[in-house]
């Protein structure tokens, strides 16, 4: 390093090691240069400083641009540039035009453009592209602009914090993505610097993942609503004749509706989660290979089965929830204080019902293990849970208890409903059957379709295929062993029907 280059990063203080004594010169990393003074510009100083790199600014105002990582050295952005092999350009695309001045001195260096639009398509090329236009003599890699500043500034907690990378020079990209690591941050390679504008497209989008199951959960929220109004309320006030009307049940949306609606979406969101991985095994045993993709609709499906499942675990909340001030509701009390005035005037007391009171237990005692198995299916899906978790350990809980969760949760609709399945007057208008009878079928055939799974011929099956069986290699096979059959005869058809006994499955065609 020559003497003016050592002039111009001075560090204001001095590297300790962890005996703590100063580290000798020879030893310390080179200085990292930040192009800007912004929040996120000050996070990422902190951090590469925390993390023992020297950080020198680079700004318009060296003398007044707020407070920076104590430690830091702020200089004119020639001078900084001039400092450091590494530049961060933490400013916006629309204050780029003083780096096309600077490119003497960026000759050669990486620079790591960090920038990110207001919306897409803002601009004909992106960011990172037009940067390397305006230097071209700098080797430019797209890198940090899918970290915030508290992502930054809070460490990685997680294993979501990860840092998609892209650029022309393998080296320029070797280096960022070494200093990624030391950041304590995930690298992801995701090519050359085209890919730029993926990668700047990437912080602006809204929720996509959440998108299938939000749409999901609401038209299946709207349906149910409406048909429970319909068949709860509307009938009452259509069909039934004004001198038989107690009174209004239009207060029932309030809180009734809402009661019946909440727990049906959650159980059938909750069916969906497990549903395409029997579709999965059937498709398999049906193909008789692992080898071929699962349609498109189905891999989308599989990809956003989290969501479906966090969404189902809110809405068994709020069923909890709504169910806990049934007691407190004005209806409930008034009913009940009808009730014992009723009696008390008729003199009469009501026999106690074994039956009632087994039906009630059951139906809450089954209710409430569901519900915990559900919290325990949502509390091993966050990140920090699921990362302490082997893989074994985490299929089990979401495939074994998972399946658990479905099964107490359709018990306990059908311990709700008990017997009205068989009373005629539950079916309003003689064909339309109460909700909770419709959100039965999906739950009910994916349990079963999980029982036939474990069927010993079709789980046998099933593993073979999974452990890289294929139906069209024995198929290759047995045609060989005919063409090779005329000198070998008893041995080749005992050889065949082994072969044939070992792959016979009723559900295989």
């Known amino acids: 390093m020559s003497g003016q280059e050592r002039s111009d990063s001075v560090c204001l203080c001095p590297v300790v090691d962890v005996l703590g004594g100063a580290v000798p010169a020879q030893s310390q990393p080179p200085p990292l240069c930040v192009f800007g003074t912004g929040d996120l510009a000050r996070t990422l100083g902190q951090r590469l400083f925390h993390t023992g790199y020297r950080v ?85 890699v797209k890198a940090f602009n899918t970290l915030s500043a508290w992502a930054l500034q809070n460490g990685p907690s997680d294993a979501n914090r990860q840092v998609f990378l892209c650029g022309d020079n393998a080296e320029a990209k070797q280096m960022v993505a070494e200093l990624s690591s030391r950041l304590g941050l995930g690298v992801i390679d995701r090519g050359s610097l085209s890919a730029s504008r993926d990668l ?16 999901l959960a609401a038209g299946l929220t709207a349906f149910f609503f409406v048909y429970a109004l319909t068949v709860d309320v509307i009938y009452s006030a259509t069909t039934v004749k ?78 909890v929830l709504y169910t806990l001030i049934i007691p407190q509701r004005y209806f409930v009390r008034d009913k009940l204080t009808q009730k014992a005035v009723s009696l008390i005037r008729k003199n009469k007391t009501e026999e106690f019902d074994a039956t009632e009171a087994w039906k009630t237990d059951s139906y809450f005692s089954v209710g409430i293990l569901g519900f915990g198995l559900y919290v325990v299916l949502g509390i091993t899906s966050l990140p920090s849970v699921s990362n302490a978790l082997s893989w074994r350990e985490f299929t089990f809980v979401q ?16 311990l709700y409903g008990w017997n009205k399945f068989l009373l005629p007057k539950s079916y309003k208008w003689k064909w339309t059957p109460p909700p909770y009878m419709l959100c039965l079928v999906i739950p009910s055939a994916v349990l079963l379709g999980k ?46 029907v082994e072969r044939v006994e070992e792959t016979s499955s009723p559900l295989i065609p």
């Open 56 to 140: 020198v600014y680079g700004s318009r105002r060296p003398h007044s641009c707020g407070p920076l990582p104590h430690g830091a050295q702020v200089l004119s952005h020639a001078a900084a540039a001039q400092s450091a092999s590494v530049v961060f350009v933490c400013v916006h695309r629309e204050h780029y035009d003083f780096l096309q001045s600077l490119a003497p001195q960026l000759e050669g260096k990486v620079l790591v453009d960090v920038s990110n639009n207001r919306r897409k398509g803002l601009y004909p090329e992106s960011n990172a592209v037009y940067l390397q236009r305006l230097v071209p003599g700098a080797y430019v």
């Open 200 to 215: 700047e497209d990437f912080p602006l989008q809204l929720f996509p993942k959440w998108r299938l199951p939000l749409g």
């Open 242 to 319: 004004p001198e038989d009307r107690v009174q209004d049940r239009s207060f029932r949306i309030m809180v009734s509706l809402a009661n019946k609606v909440f727990p049906i979406v959650s159980l059938i969101m909750l069916s969906l989660c497990y549903l395409p991985g029997v579709l999965a095994s059937a498709i398999q045993l049906y193909r008789g290979t692992k080898y071929r993709r699962f349609p498109d609709w189905l891999d989308r499906w599989m990809l956003c089965r989290k969501q479906i499942g966090l969404l189902a675990l809110a809405l068994a909340f709020l069923h």
């Open 399 to 414: 495939s074994k208890l998972g399946s658990l969760t479905l099964f107490f949760c359709t018990l306990h609709t059908y």
């Open 451 to 496: 029982l036939l799974l474990l069927l010993p011929c079709v789980q046998r099956s099933l593993t073979r295929i999974r452990q890289g069986w294929d139906r069209s290699d024995v198929g290759a096979e047995r045609g060989e062993d005919k063409g090779m059959g005329a000198g070998r005869g008893e041995e080749m058809s005992d050889m065949g």
